[in-house]
């Protein structure tokens, strides 16, 4: 207990398997879904839960794993004998941080909720004070799990795995979702006494509950949902913990006061923002890193990564705003548009068919269609800056490092390698010429010999 009463909860996440199903180089925990790895997912839900310390169990190598949990500490199991034996791992960490109690999730499981931990912590204050919280859901295929074993009194007698259970308990539909509340001062001792005489040959985590039962305590379920403990295993199982998790972040989004027209092809990541009265249409992918102010209208079929726009602005349809896109208050961006890595001031517009980046465009500025900030000479990016009500002709490209002073205009077709003043005309296009009535007496002979032609034949 602290001072002040409350339980403390320490928590060590298992992370140390290998995914093979997942077929993949990479970590399986780091895949990601909604633009964060499946672990950074299961962190934040623990950081909501008030949970006062976490520690993750990783495998031997996983170097690019522990990096990405930082600043949390990583415990290494070095052979994988069980999930009993991953927590184990822990040890040091779990005797380091002694607490009312000891949570164990997968690392796999990114979808668990922090109302559903505050659940599991709160059973584990009920009046039964059970010594084990185990949550339990109802999987539509409860084949692969293990199965929860009640006594007559409804209490958690067992868990029992699928291959080592009996026909009688494979029928059983209930099922163990791997996350576990367990007394801490107890843990540790429960968890030394788990052994490995069983199908797999494995240290299951979940004979601790026979284990506290043997030694007095009682054990109890809490009921999840499905979706919640979704396990990922297999790039399918991670498509559809996306699904959910979209789902999720679509009507978290609209309860905040955004309308997304049709929210089913609307792609958000974990941390888009978007603010009210926001109108989303068909078709639009928010990557990582968006923050979008009120009032904002985002047309359809277009993608949007690390990017800030200001009220009222209008997007797309078919604009492209990439990292470092830094829209004021009102700027249009119009169709195949794309910006990088520039900021557009108040009320300014790029309608049609344009690249900026690296740039800095000032209030008011009017981009023509297709305008090309020509911003890389195959060795380093350079600048653009553009001065505040310029106004930049249509099909111009600006080779940077370039500055058109405020108020400039720039004629149509131009291209721009030296810096134009403010208030001035810069125009590269070759002079044009006109010869009087050369087009008429053209077209004339070309029909006078056609007519030939058919006289002939
Ligand atoms: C486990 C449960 C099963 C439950 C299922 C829910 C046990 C014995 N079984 O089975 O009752 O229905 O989860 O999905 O606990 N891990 C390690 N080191 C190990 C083994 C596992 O870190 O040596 C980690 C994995 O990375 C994973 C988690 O523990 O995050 C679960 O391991 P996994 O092998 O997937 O357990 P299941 O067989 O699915
Ligand atoms: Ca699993």
């Not at 500490?73 to 184990?88: D, E, N, W, Y």
């Not at 058109?404 to 125009?427: R, T, W």
Request: aromatic share 4%.
């Amino acid at each position: 207990m602290q001072a002040d009463g409350k339980s403390t909860t320490t928590a060590v996440v298992l992370a140390a398997g290998l995914g093979t199903r997942m077929k993949s180089d990479l970590a399986k925990v780091l895949h990601k879904v909604a633009g964060r790895p499946m672990i950074g997912h299961v962190l934040a839900t623990l950081d909501t839960a008030a949970v006062d310390q976490v520690g993750v169990v990783v495998g031997e190598g996983m170097d690019a794993l522990a990096a990405a949990v930082q600043p949390h500490p990583t415990a290494i199991q070095t052979k994988r004998l069980g999930t009993a034996h991953a927590v184990l791992a822990a040890r040091d960490f779990i005797r380091a941080h002694p607490a009312d109690d000891l949570l164990v999730v997968f690392g796999d499981t990114p979808l668990i909720t922090p109302e559903t931990l505050a659940a599991m912590l709160a059973a584990r204050r009920s009046p039964a004070r059970p010594g084990v919280v185990v949550l339990g859901f109802e999987p539509a295929n409860p084949a692969p799990y293990g199965r929860l074993i009640l006594d007559g009194d409804g209490a958690l007698a067992s868990i029992v795995e699928a291959k080592d259970a009996t026909p009688e308990q494979l029928a059983v539909t209930l099922c163990n979702s791997g996350v576990m509340v367990i007394d801490g001062a107890r843990a540790l001792d429960w968890l030394d006494r788990i052994g490995n005489d069983n199908a797999k040959g494995e240290y299951y985590l979940t004979d601790i509950v026979a284990i506290a039962r043997a030694d007095g305590a009682t054990a109890a379920v809490v009921i999840g949902d499905a979706d919640e403990v979704l396990g990922v295993n297999s790039r399918i199982e991670l498509a559809e913990a996306e699904a959910i998790t979209q789902r999720r972040l679509r009507a978290h989004a609209m309860e905040g006061g955004a309308t997304l027209i049709d929210p089913d092809t609307v792609y958000l990541s974990w941390d888009t923002q978007l603010g009210r009265d926001v109108v989303v249409g068909p078709n639009v992918v928010f990557g990582p890193d968006v923050r979008i102010a009120d009032n904002v209208e985002i047309r359809a079929f277009c993608h949007i990564e690390g990017a800030t726009v200001g009220p009222g602005a209008v997007i797309g349809p078919f604009a492209r705003l990439r990292p470092g896109a830094d829209l004021a208050e009102g700027v249009h961006i119009g169709n195949f548009v794309e910006i990088k890595a520039a900021t557009l001031g108040a009320g300014s517009k790029a309608n049609h068919l344009s690249y900026v980046g690296d740039s800095i465009v000032g209030a008011g500025v009017n981009i023509g269609a297709g305008t090309i900030t020509c911003n890389y000479d195959g060795h380093v990016k350079s600048r653009t800056v553009i001065g505040d009500g310029a106004f930049i002709g249509s099909n111009t490209a600006l080779v940077a490092p370039v500055t058109v002073g405020a108020g400039a205009i720039v004629g149509a077709g131009s291209a721009i390698s030296k810096n134009v003043a403010a208030g001035a005309l810069a125009v590269t296009r070759a002079e044009q010429k006109e010869v009087k009535g050369w087009a008429d007496s053209f077209n004339a002979k070309r029909r006078k010999d056609k007519q030939d032609r058919k006289k002939e034949g």
